[in-house]
């Protein structure tokens, strides 16, 4: 492996949150195809039935419809050998149907840390936790939750 493939390995996973954070939903999935392996392995729970860069592109494209503000602030970026690791603060405001909540008009703010493993060039594993009890929290969803 190359002493530079750790900086490039960085440098792609930017595209991404560079893409997500245009909310431009057309060049989302172009760019999640450019950066993901199609049938990346993802090994977080997701609650949707897809799989590969087809599950990464549903989960983007039902978090803009909930949150059109969506933003990824990338707070960490670690790089060794062929894995990366982002810590993350993702905000966005509540406009849309999600986790089959109505919309509320609520701001949140959550963390998620995902560690990628790249083969070649794209990241062909993920491992993520997010902090979806304080997304629910937020938005009222939990009892003893701000209304």
Not at 76 to 87: K, N, T
Request: aromatic fraction near 6%.
């Amino acid at each position: 492996m190359s002493a530079f493939q750790p900086a490039r390995n960085k440098e792609t996973l930017a595209r991404l949150h560079e893409a997500v954070n245009s909310g431009d939903a057309e060049l989302i999935p172009k760019a999640i195809d450019q950066v993901f392996e199609p049938d990346v392995l993802i090994s977080t729970p997701l609650p949707i039935g897809a799989t590969g860069t087809e599950a990464l592109k549903e989960v983007f494209s039902r978090l803009l419809r909930a949150f059109p503000d969506l933003h990824i602030a990338v707070e960490d970026v670690i790089a060794e050998g062929d894995r990366v690791v982002s810590r993350n603060t993702v905000t966005g405001t509540h406009r849309g149907e999600y986790l089959g909540l109505p919309p509320t008009g609520k701001p949140v703010s959550y963390n998620e840390i995902f560690i990628c493993r790249f083969a070649g060039d794209r990241v062909a594993e993920t491992w993520g936790v997010v902090d979806v009890l304080a997304q629910l929290r937020q938005l009222g969803a939990l009892p003893g939750s701000p209304a």
